[in-house]
């Protein structure tokens, strides 16, 4: 199962990246993941949160600008080699990445994967056949 | 069916018009003469009495007048009536300099008001309409022209003036108003402002604009023209010849009749000052021939356009001007290049941005840059890095062909840039020359 996944533009300036953390704080949003991808001049911001349809309110009506995405979310041993095998096998299902990012679960032993690839339903399926189950939305709220 | 507000003078022969315009002029020149001495002074150093204008032929034999004298003769100088007899000055931003401050006699107040109520029936005006004037009031002249030109022509007329938005939008629904005449940059605002209150075309009940005292670019009105479901219509003039109303488009639109019995219009070089013939870009030069408290003869308006007799089908003889590039006053010139604002706005507007733009200009190592902020909007925005920078290389491609030079794009948060009520401030220029 794909997961939602909310981009935000930011522009490269101090004090843009607080104002949506200070806004989402304000509205008690939990944030589960957070990724920055930065250009000379312009940022986003790719967060995962406990409520997507109350935080995608909240930035649109902070007239944020912002686009709903589909990601893969997998589940990875926090041991050597654990990324490794889940790499291993988007190779051997031919699942190209366009970008990723970690992040850490309550439970100090697991970590999570967090992946954007061109077609998220194919890929899942490619990916299932090699066996690798990706995690549902209500999954990750245990992270 | 066209409709005029004169047509006896709106549609005469170029014999009337030429006539009119000729005895009209022989008369202000005179008068100017014995009245002005400022002015009186310029033709002395030029060597021409009154005597030496007979017609409109002889209009070239008289010296011009420019901005800089108006900074000289401030601020009563170039009057040409006694106080006693003005009843009204209005007055420029002075955004450019110096502030201008323009006198009417009552007779002038009335010739103005004409020209406006001419802009408003060419839009399709009569007196069933409601006309929602949201220019500024005060001593800018767009709010008191348009406001006395919709009295003439019989409207019931909405004097909202600029500002409080929302309040324009309750006043143009709550009162069904069918016209509505601000600049053009409050105009795309206030329909962004519609867009987000969820009201399509169909909900506005507006059905003509009458847009001036600022450049914009043919993209620009078809832009407003969809959101508000309108037919948006061009005027134009300067508070040193009276205000808006010095000209104005038709159902045509190719280009605006310019009130040929009040304004006589000539392009000439900016640079020699000669008169260019019929169909050649160049500096509008305006004559004021009726205009007695502050009567301009020969005034270089600064604005590159040309002219055209060509008839028009709208049935109007007066001259037509094209839309000014801008300004020369707007106009940058940046790595030696000239660049008009109205240039990149259209670059925007073709590739889907909104027309709210900053531009600023700098120097950085004795290199003019240019930067061109731009608002991100959801439509333009993706999750992918590298196709929000695809986007911001086809504007700048864009702009490097449209301007001849490289220009910076800067993507910037919703709303971070001002919206104007009245005149937009879209460049901010830091180089210290």
Redesign the interface.
């Known amino acids: 199962m794909s997961i939602r996944?909310i981009?935000v533009?930011?522009?490269n300036r101090p004090g843009?990246l607080s104002e949506m953390t200070e806004l989402l704080a304000s509205k008690e949003i939990d944030m589960r993941a957070l990724s920055l991808?930065e250009?000379a001049?312009?940022g986003?911001a790719?967060l995962i949160t406990n409520d997507i349809e109350a935080t995608l309110n909240e930035l649109v009506n902070g007239?944020?600008?912002?686009?709903l995405?589909k990601v893969l979310a997998f589940e990875v041993p926090n041991e050597p080699g654990g990324l490794n095998r889940l790499l291993k096998g988007f190779n051997a299902a031919g699942v190209n990445i366009?970008y990723m990012y970690s992040c850490f679960g309550s439970d100090r032993n697991r970590a999570y994967m967090i992946f954007?690839v061109a077609d998220p339903d194919a890929a899942e399926e490619a990916l299932k056949e090699q066996g690798l189950l990706s995690l549902k939305e209500d999954e990750i709220e245990l992270i | 069916m066209e409709r005029y507000f004169q047509p006896e003078i709106e549609c005469a022969s170029r014999e009337t018009i030429e006539s009119i315009q000729s005895e009209r002029l022989v008369a202000q020149v005179k008068r100017v003469y014995e009245n002005v001495p400022y002015y009186r002074k310029k033709m002395e150093e030029k060597g021409v009495t009154p005597d030496d204008i007979k017609s409109v032929s002889d209009l070239n034999k008289l010296p011009f007048l420019s901005k800089a004298d108006l900074r000289d003769a401030y601020p009563y100088g170039l009057l040409g009536k006694p106080l006693k007899e003005c009843v009204r000055i209005q007055s420029t931003s002075g955004t450019t300099g110096k502030r201008v401050i323009a006198f009417y006699t009552r007779h002038d107040i009335d010739l103005w008001e004409d020209c406006c109520a001419r802009a408003i029936v060419a839009a399709g005006g009569t007196d069933e309409d409601v006309c929602q004037v949201s220019y500024g009031y005060g001593l800018f002249t767009g709010g008191p022209g348009l406001n006395g030109g919709s009295h003439k022509v019989g409207c019931l007329t909405v004097p909202t003036s600029s500002g409080n938005t929302d309040r324009q939008i309750m006043f143009i629904k709550d009162l069904n108003a069918t016209i509505l005449c601000c600049t053009p940059s409050y105009a795309a605002y206030l329909g962004e402002r519609m867009k987000e209150m969820g009201m399509g075309p169909d909900d506005i009940p507006l059905k003509a604009g009458i847009f001036g005292a600022e450049a914009w670019s043919e993209e620009m009105r078809h832009d407003i023209e969809a959101t508000m479901g309108i037919k948006a219509y061009d005027i134009y003039g300067l508070t040193e010849l009276s205000g808006p109303g010095v000209s104005f488009e038709c159902s045509e639109q190719r280009g605006m009749h310019i009130n040929e019995d009040h304004f006589i219009a000539e392009i000439i070089d900016p640079d020699t000052g000669e008169v260019l013939p019929e169909g050649s870009v160049g500096e509008l030069v305006i004559t004021a021939v009726d205009k007695e408290a502050f009567p301009m003869i020969r005034y270089r308006t600064r604005d590159i356009c040309s002219l055209s007799r060509e008839k028009c089908s709208c049935g109007r003889t007066f001259v037509r001007m094209s839309k000014p590039k801008g300004r020369s006053d707007d106009m940058l010139i940046i790595r030696g290049v000239n660049v008009f604002p109205s240039q990149i706005e259209t670059v925007l507007i073709n590739q889907g941005y909104p027309a709210n733009y900053r531009i600023i200009v700098d120097r950085v190592n004795n290199t003019d840059t240019l930067d061109v902020q731009v608002e991100m909007t959801p439509e333009m925005f993706t999750d992918n890095i590298g196709e929000v920078q695809a986007r911001q290389k086809k504007l700048a491609d864009g702009m490097l062909s449209m301007l001849g030079i490289r220009a910076k794009i800067s993507l910037v948060a919703p709303k971070t840039i001002e919206r104007s009520e009245g005149k937009a401030v879209r460049v901010i220029d830091n180089r210290k020359i």
Do not use: P, V
């Open positions: 996944q981009s533009f930011l522009e843009k991808a250009t001049d312009f986003i790719r007239e944020f600008i912002t686009k995405t366009e954007s």
